[in-house]
């Protein structure tokens, strides 16, 4: 359950992100709700999350999920580009989230 929570507040964490994106200032509305919203329910779930997973294994998965979750949004989504040294940070944090998983 509790790492069930982790990766919802991780996946609300990257959609909330996304909507970031799209806000123009503060004429867009309903970017800004996707955002409040995503990031209120992320935090929630993280710290329910917490409750089970020690504190700092379940901000760093977290994290780890949102920058990752958050690359493969701009290169597939945003059709950004990222060089060979950037996926292989990228795979560094992917092995660091997967490893902090396994041992605790």
Do not use: H, N
């Amino acid at each position: 359950m509790a790492w069930g929570l982790l990766v919802l507040a991780g996946i609300e964490e990257v959609i909330a992100t996304i909507a970031m994106k799209y806000m123009d200032g503060t004429r867009k509305k309903w970017p800004i709700v996707v955002m409040v919203v995503g990031f209120i329910f992320s935090f929630f779930c993280l710290s329910m999350a917490m409750q089970r997973i020690p504190a700092g294994v379940a901000y760093a998965i977290w994290t780890g999920v949102g920058s990752i979750g958050i690359t493969l949004a701009g290169l597939f989504w945003f059709k950004e580009k990222f060089g060979y040294k950037q996926f292989l940070s990228l795979a560094f944090i992917l092995i660091g989230v997967i490893g902090l998983g396994l041992t605790s």
